[in-house]
Nanobody, 121 residues
Framework: QVQLVESGGGVVQAGGSLRLSCVASGRAFRSYAKGWFRQAPGKEREFVAAINWSGSITYYADSVKGRFTISRDNAKNTVILQMNSLKPEDTAVYYC??????????????WGQGTQVTVSS
């Protein structure tokens, strides 16, 4: 069983930065792919970024490419989403996910509770 807990959300002005963390329990975390998704008010949840089990492969949504960076530290059971040059349209609840398959879809088996990110203009 894997449990995920996100942190690092908050309120930031446009152009600012935030660093989201997702800490996982369970030894299987190290072998799982990880993803970040977000859901804005009134919209469906969407893919943001993903990283494979070793950290050697990453993938980003076009809307965040060049501004967001996903990374992981398996020794600390942590995956990070560094968000720079934030825009008001990045405002959403951000979710961490983990699963056996590296994918941009919502097929991940485990999900965190989400952390709110609000970008003011």
């Amino acid at each position: 069983q894997v449990q995920l807990v996100e942190s690092g959300g908050g309120v930031v002005q446009a152009g600012g930065s935030l660093r989201l963390s997702c800490v996982a329990s369970g030894r299987a975390f190290r072998s799982y792919a990880k993803g970040w998704f977000r859901q804005a008010p009134g919209k469906e949840r969407e893919f943001v970024a993903a990283i494979n089990w070793s950290g050697s492969i990453t993938y980003y949504a076009d809307s965040v490419k060049g501004r967001f960076t996903i990374s992981r530290d398996n020794a600390k059971n942590t995956v990070i989403l560094q968000m720079n040059s934030l825009k008001p349209e990045d405002t959403a609840v951000y979710y961490c996910a983990a699963g056996e398959r590296f994918t941009t879809s919502e097929e991940y088996a485990y999900w965190g509770q989400g952390t709110q990110v609000t970008v003011s203009s």
